[in-house]
């Protein structure tokens, strides 16, 4: 008797997937450094034509004054968040309930930066400007991530990220942006990179989510700030004496894929519709602002796991490597990258009407 | 007029060097990458075979439970350092003044940690038994250097180094090792790491000093310890989505250069031997204790400067591409690497003959 698949296993033998760039292997880097002679020197802790030109090229793109290079988005920010609160004497910011800061990263920013933040907003919601007017505690810094990961990449209307930025201005509260996923929004917003910074004091984004680099991120944002940076990057043990196989991945797929983001949004908002349209399914937002969205299923994890696998063993074609549980049901995270566009539209088509048949099965059995 | 060559550049246009394994190209990444299909899977926030095996590999190597890959020694030594303190309630620790904690890293430890450092024995000298005696705090740990590098790098005996080991362990005061160049020092030891690391409750070890890789460290102590150093590491911003360019690099150069540790010893003893030989010249040690030893010129730096310069042209042979100035002349580092082996002995007899002579001239003019 043969061992059966796991969801991840049969996830990982489709030969079509509708989410990402395909597996993170040694290639992408392999194919980062082809065009590089090997003459080519390293950065030394942070000086040198690798890592100055890249800076530049950000700073430029994000239209700040300055800009530097990070192994972490999180080292990035803790550092930002920290610059700001020394300079107005206040160690407290605000930021969303399920900021990275908050849940991803061990309380660093508690831990060795002992600034304090108030969680604005509902969790399931975007922050409003009510929510920042009506906050009770002066604060040095809010931290705006656009889009909202943790709630399927949710973002406000422009005009009201317009209305923070000139409300922060005017109460002198830094704004900084948690950029993660700033590429990505573009599309929606249909603004530049340097517009949507222009509304912001800092500015962190990362190289290897829609871009698919391999690690790594730039913090950009005035001189002042940027120089004080580079001696807490120091102070964290984030300057390296060699970042360079991180820089010239990023700079590498950063060219490949800035121009396909307008394509990753709308497919996003293709396979959205598919989801939609089946029994038992949403997505959030309903119609993605991004090339990300979360799938939720109205349905238990084990019978929704065995009909996935089965639907992949059937067509080829893999939706997601993993569920999870949760009140409702489950859910997991969709985000579009090459991968979606190589698939056959009859094919795509065929895997949501077979979804949508085993959906309606399994709500007439429950 | 040609313009005139600046110290690095003529030692730069050298084709043999008494000191280092080469520049830092990126030739040394796409090396290291070479024996790589590139199917193999990065790893993922500190999980995977990749960066497993080579933490394994590497506690077995130093002798210890576990170990964890860091991207720099700064951000491992802090964490080491916090761990401790919070393990005896206590945030005060002691080292030598001249210890990386100290002077290079911006007081990380005392701006993210709050830990107080003692600064024990004289800045000139390694630490010594009555230093950590008569030292009237109590301390959480004693952080040791080995060898101590802004010094030359100079070691205690190994008898020192056991009698400290066994005072800490009846004073409950951890040991920490500071290895960035322990494999260094093995061949003066006669000893394996294992070995010495058996003194030490944890210990760090660095991969771009003597191994000559791209970056990246090794903590390395009990389960426990390791354990806990993994939730810093994420606080710190050093839980890299894929470490592995720097791990790949770290095990290539590791198994080529870790066996040739007695070579560089035997090296600098031969090179220190013929600086001491010339006028006006000394190394500290007198007798290298590893691969590395500082070289004292007793001339001004700019005559010394142009007589480099002069000699480097006429033999093809380069020293060093720098000179800083001291009180009584001027010094450099001299760590040997794979160069020094290339250059025929004769060529070396002759370049120091020229440096003597030039020296002697130096001190008559002056």
Chains 1, 2 share one sequence.
């Not at 194919?31 to 030394?44: Q, V, W």
């Not at 933040?117 to 002066?138: F, H, R, T």
């Not at 399927?152 to 509260?173: F, H, M, N, V, W």
Request: hydrophobic residues 35%; contains cysteine; glycine residues 8%.
């Amino acid at each position: 008797m043969g061992e059966k698949n796991t969801l991840l296993e049969a996830f990982r033998q489709t030969n079509y997937r509708v989410v990402g760039h395909g597996n993170r292997e040694i290639r992408m880097l392999k194919e980062a450094l082809k065009e590089f002679d090997g003459d080519e020197e390293s950065d030394i802790y942070g000086a040198g034509n690798i890592i100055e030109d890249f800076q530049n090229k950000l700073s430029e793109y994000l239209g700040k004054e300055a800009a530097v290079f990070f192994p972490s988005g999180t080292m990035a920010q803790q550092i930002a968040l920290r610059i700001w609160c020394d300079h107005k004497g206040l160690k407290r910011v605000a930021y969303h309930p399920l900021c990275h800061l908050e849940i991803h990263e061990e309380d660093g920013l508690k831990e060795l930066h002992h600034i304090e933040p108030i969680l604005l907003a509902d969790k399931d919601s975007v922050i409003q400007l009510d929510d920042i007017v009506n906050m009770k505690e002066d604060i040095s810094c809010l931290l705006l991530e656009l889009p909202q990961r943790e709630i399927g990449g949710q973002l406000p209307d422009y005009e009201t990220l317009e209305a923070i930025s000139a409300y922060c201005r005017e109460k002198g509260i830094k704004l900084h942006l948690d950029g993660a996923r700033l590429f990505e929004i573009l599309p929606f917003y249909k603004r530049s990179a340097a517009e949507v910074c222009r509304l912001f004091d800092s500015v962190y984004v990362s190289f290897y989510k829609g871009i698919g680099g391999i690690a790594g991120a730039i913090l950009a944002g005035d001189e002042a700030f940027i120089k004080e940076s580079k001696v807490w990057k120091r102070r964290h043990g984030g300057d390296l004496i060699s970042l360079y196989p991180y820089i010239i991945s990023a700079d590498y797929f950063l060219t490949q894929r800035l121009d396909k983001m307008g394509q990753y949004y709308e497919g996003a908002k293709e396979l959205a519709q598919l989801f939609n349209s089946c029994h038992a399914v949403s997505t959030k937002p309903m119609e993605p602002v991004s090339n990300m969205f979360h799938v939720h299923f109205n349905a238990p994890k084990e019978q929704l796991e065995s009909n996935l696998i089965a639907i992949y063993e059937e067509t080829g074609i893999g939706l997601t490597g993993y569920i999870n549980e949760t009140e409702n049901g489950c859910t997991y995270e969709a985000a579009i990258g090459d991968q979606y566009a190589l698939i056959p539209k009859e094919n795509l088509q065929n895997i949501f009407r077979k979804l949508d048949e085993r959906l309606k099965e399994i709500n007439v059995r429950n």
